[in-house]
């Protein structure tokens, strides 16, 4: 009974509660300004929808103001132990809205194409980082399973948007299925530990595992906490929605899955495995090592397969979440950083290929097949150059950021005496090579189907080249963003 | 005038810079432009490239025009922009900013799809192998070293023939497999030393069993890129499908990219694994010299038969590197052959980068008039294209490794140096001026002598102006460093000197 005391709304409202709000300042606009935006649209017409856009992207560029202002390298705990602000958080946040802000931009012209610029797609993203800034900050289990399923519910509903495509609402469901599957399992993990620990609150945890690390429920508890983790993540054997829901989804959803929900699945992973269940590192770390040989395996070998880029995109994910994987599995610090650099700069990299899809396509037309783009060096060769920096660079070439990525990830490895998994990791790269290479042989070395000019909306384009010369740019000098990621860690 | 100036990094990026330029000019409209801006880079660059030989202090054995900058640090591995060159890496930049030059004036008219994209891959591609040889943080090596691949890919793919698709995306996979274990070595290794410093590498102890690892991660990355044997598959097909100047390239620069590994990462980082396997490099070496000489004899499509030859020739620098504990005597110390035989491996690498660039012009001019690379659609090409086939001549017998050009300087050192090692090494590496001769003159024969084959081979016209300009200077460049190599030599002797003084030295920790 006393947990639950602790989290009433009567006793949570004490002085100490409230000169702590400020802390949670970030959370708080956001959601004001999702309620804002809700309201805001109910008044808005079709021809007037810009609003909501607008006032979506100032507001995600507002919190990146605000967090940058408030930004802290001080770690601080708040109310009762649930909330923590902290680097690391601030700086995964900021890449949030930023994504996020992306994100929008690149699927306005999308969305209108297929009369779904509606004001849903903006509140329910605005919640879904909601979600995700909750998940970031979290630092009790309940906290995490709070943000997660903020996160994930709106996540169902942005797939299922489209309303009237049938293999949108299928992908829906599977992924609505399995989510709540993996919601059940992570939350049955969860009452084992607290079980065997008596606690939510992650550093109580961590104290407790660390006097008695060989108790089995503790082990079962993190085999199940694990098995959430992992599908959202989408890691081997836990993978199975991902090539569905991304090649389902309409792609201005799928984007959105595939780049800042990363990022908070990585936040969740830290507090989850670090933060809280550090003693167990022996056992997390033999698992996390099975499940990311699996996904660097299956992700790469089965990519090769699809036929359609979007479901090539999310086994190359599946894959690239392997590597993020060996990074934590390193339990050192090194590792951590690495594998946080590597999830910064997987959702660039997805936010790119994405974007290149959505800038291809048009009314009537999807643009996810591989044979879409090609020829695409003879119909617009600067977009099929950025193109071949983004495949480059999740094939994890130099001089593009990717290669950092992967050699920073490498390096943690190595450093940690596994020299065989950082062969075994390097092999399924050029495996993985092989499917990047395809869309570069596409789009240069054969002829286009179809002729007719691209007409993508001009922010798009700009801010697609932004993306491409980012990724280039970073990759001759990657500290802009391993500075900042080894400054908070 | 040139102490102050940053020469290696005018090097690297003048042509990177301009290639991006090129690529500016746009589409093929504007072509010409193109073509003016991509030759106006390709000979500032080269005359940037001058100051290194003229400038070069011969009587150093270190390394000089050294460039040294923090460039970043990722954890706690310090990066660094670390430049500088030897007397084994400054004749290479030198040989490439010259073969670029000249694959700029031999794509002029031929190339006439997206000529802009062909000029300013060259240029870049330019850049990262002066990179390559230049770079003396081996993170910095990687970069260029991988980041060569993307333009490369593309040349062959892009300009390529019919089965350029298959060819290149071989290339491609082959050499990346090679690389990346090349990769995790360095990681290794880097680890160690908390930097990427080459020079730093070269000192690090390690035991026998890590040097066996690291060895092997070398040999896949090198031996891949040389080609040997039995990993050279790849290079047929990419010469096969890649236009004349990807050819060019490829024989003329990117193989010595692998021998130079083997100069500056293997021996030295590894001398006792390198001693301790060096039986198997001399084997795969003189496989490679006289099996694959033998493949090159029954060829039907020249761009093959040249290609099998780089290859045999290539056996020969890689054999000249690896008799180095076959020759040394511990008793006398007397290391003479050993620089010897060095000395040969790297006068080979730079004579075969003439000798092969100019044999790929030579094919690449016939393909331009009848668009065959079958040595059975010529015969009697010296009837109707009489200078051509002079310097046509004149190529062949360098490649031959006739004495008077410069195929035979390095070849001769080899086999003098593998004598004094083992006189059945020097008996199956000399076999090879005998199969050479005879696979080179037999395709010169039915190519060029005998009767006018066909109509095709009647209507021929002798080359123009361009095309003389360009086998001549090669064909100057050929006989000038086969009567009177000293120059070459003089400007790597001291550094061989040092890097042997290194490689004997036992690096296990007592």
Redesign the interface.
């Known amino acids: 009974m006393e947990f639950i005391a602790a989290y009433l709304p009567s006793a949570m409202m004490n002085d100490q509660t409230i000169s702590q709000l400020p802390l949670a300042l970030p959370e708080i606009v956001m959601l004001c300004m999702a309620s804002i935006v809700l309201i805001v649209d109910l008044f808005l017409n079709d021809k007037t929808r810009g609003g909501t856009y607008i006032l979506s992207q100032f507001t995600l560029l507002a919190l990146v103001v605000i967090t940058v202002m408030s930004f802290t390298q001080q770690k601080s705990i708040a109310f009762h132990g649930t909330f923590v602000r902290d680097g690391m958080g601030d700086l995964l946040k900021i890449f949030v809205y930023i994504v996020t802000f992306t994100v929008f931009l690149y699927s306005k012209s999308y969305l209108k194409a297929r009369d779904m610029f509606k004001g849903e797609y903006y509140v329910l993203g605005l919640f879904a980082v909601l979600g995700m800034m909750v998940m970031i900050s979290a630092q009790s289990f309940l906290t995490i399973y709070l943000g997660l399923e903020l996160l994930s519910l709106c996540m169902y509903a942005l797939v299922a948007l489209q309303r009237d495509s049938i293999i949108a609402s299928e992908s829906a469901m599977k992924y609505f299925v399995l989510g709540a599957i993996a919601s059940g399992m992570l939350l049955y993990g969860m009452s084992m530990i607290y079980g065997a620990t008596g606690s939510l609150e992650l550093a109580t945890i961590n104290a407790e595992v660390m006097k008695n690390t060989d108790n089995i429920v503790l082990i079962f508890g993190l085999v199940f906490v694990l098995v959430g983790v992992a599908f959202k993540l989408g890691a081997v054997p836990f993978h199975m929605w991902l090539p569905d829901v991304y090649q389902g989804s309409p792609t201005a959803v799928a984007i959105f899955i595939g780049s800042a929900p990363k990022i908070a699945a990585f936040a969740m992973t830290m507090r989850l495995l670090v933060d809280g269940l550090h003693g167990l590192h022996v056992q997390w770390q033999d698992m996390l090592i099975i499940m990311a040989v699996a996904s660097l395996a299956i992700g790469n070998i089965v990519a090769i397969a699809q036929t359609n880029i979007k479901r090539m995109l999310a086994y190359s994910t599946i894959s690239h979440v392997g590597f993020i994987m060996l990074g934590i599995m390193t339990a050192e610090k ?1 590792g951590y ?2 594998s946080m650099f590597y999830t910064i700069v997987y959702t660039l990299m997805a936010l790119g290929a994405f974007g290149m899809i959505m800038y291809m396509s048009r009314m009537g037309f999807e643009s996810d097949k591989l044979d879409d783009f090609r020829g695409l ?1 003879q119909r617009s ?1 600067w977009f099929a150059f950025i193109m ?1 920096i983004f495949m ?1 660079s999740m094939a994890g ?3 593009f950021v990717g ?2 990525a992967k ?2 990830i ?3 490895v ?2 940690v005496d596994m ?1 065989w998994l ?2 075994t990791a ?2 399924f ?2 495996i993985g ?2 499917y990047y ?2 869309i ?2 596409l789009m ?2 054969d002829t286009p189907q179809e002729t007719s000019a691209i007409e993508g909306a001009s922010d798009l384009r700009v801010m697609l080249s932004l993306n491409g010369i980012a990724i280039l740019g970073l990759g001759l ?3 802009l963003i ?2 900042l990621v ?1 400054s908070v860690m | 005038m040139f102490e102050t100036w940053p020469l290696l990094s005018l090097v690297i990026w003048t042509p990177i810079v301009g290639g991006m330029l090129v690529l500016a000019t746009g589409g093929d409209k504007n072509a010409s432009e193109a073509r003016v801006l991509a030759l106006l880079v390709a000979i500032i660059t080269f005359a940037l490239s001058i100051p290194l030989y003229t400038e070069f202090n011969t009587a150093k054995g270190s390394m000089q025009f050294i460039e040294h900058a923090e460039w970043m640090s990722l954890g706690d591995l310090r990066l660094y922009y670390h430049l500088g060159v030897d007397g084994i890496s400054m004749p290479l930049i030198v040989l490439t900013t010259f073969i670029t030059v000249i694959v700029v004036i031999a794509g002029w008219e031929v190339i006439k799809y997206k000529a802009a994209q062909y000029m300013a891959a060259f240029l870049i591609m330019e850049g990262l192998m002066v990179g390559v040889f230049s770079a003396l943080d081996a993170a910095l090596f990687y970069v260029f070293w991988e980041a060569l691949l993307i333009p490369m890919f593309l040349v062959i793919g892009v300009w390529g023939g019919p089965n350029r698709v298959y060819a290149t995306i071989k290339f491609f996979l082959y050499t990346f497999l090679g690389s990346v274990f090349m990769l995790v070595a360095f990681i290794y290794m880097a680890n160690k030393t908390g930097n990427f410093e080459i020079l730093q590498l070269h000192s690090l102890k390690l035991t026998m069993q890590e040097q066996m690892f690291i060895f092997v991660a070398f040999l896949l990355a090198f031996a891949v890129k040389v080609p040997m044997w039995p990993v050279h598959t790849w290079l047929p097909d990419a010469h096969v499908e890649a236009p004349t100047g990807g050819s060019v390239v490829l024989a003329a620069i990117m193989l010595k990219l692998g021998a130079y590994g083997f100069l500056r990462f293997s021996l030295p980082i590894t001398p006792d694994a390198s001693q301790e396997l060096a039986w198997l490099m001399i084997t795969l070496s003189l496989i490679a010299v006289v099996y694959i000489g033998f493949v090159a004899l029954v060829q039907q499509d020249m761009k093959k038969l040249i290609a099998y030859s780089s290859i045999s020739h290539m056996g020969f620098v890689t054999l000249g590197f690896f008799i180095v504990w076959a020759i040394y005597d511990k008793t006398t110390e007397n290391t003479e052959m050993i620089i010897t035989g060095i000395n040969g491996g790297v006068v080979q690498m730079i004579s075969h980068g003439f000798i092969s660039g100019a044999m790929f012009l030579v094919v690449g001019v016939m393909y331009d008039r009848i668009h065959s690379r079958q040595i059975a659609d010529y015969g009697g090409v010296a009837n109707t294209m009489p200078t051509f086939a002079a310097f046509a001549v004149l190529f062949a017998m360098a490649n031959a490794g006739l004495p008077g050009t410069s195929g035979f300087v390095g070849e001769f050192l080899v086999i003098m140096a593998a004598f004094k090692a083992n006189p059945w090494f020097a008996f199956l590496a000399a076999t090879t001026l005998i199969v050479g001769a005879a696979y080179t003159l037999w395709m010169v024969k039915r190519v060029f002598f005998g009767e006018v084959a066909n109509d095709k081979v009647k209507a021929l016209k002798d080359i123009n102006s361009r095309e003389f300009f360009f086998l001549s200077v090669l064909a100057v460049m050929v006989l000038f460093f086969g009567l009177y190599p000293a120059p070459l030599l003089e400007v790597m002797d001291e550094s061989v000197e040092n890097l042997v003084r290194h490689i004997l030295q036992p690096k296990i920790p007592l």
């Open positions: 090194g950083t690495a060096n060769p071949l480059f070439v130099p001089p290669f950092w050699l920073s490498l390096k943690a190595v450093a020299t950082a062969v390097v092999v790269s050029i090579a092989f290479l395809r570069i042989k240069y070395f000098y990657p500290e391993m500075g080894i």
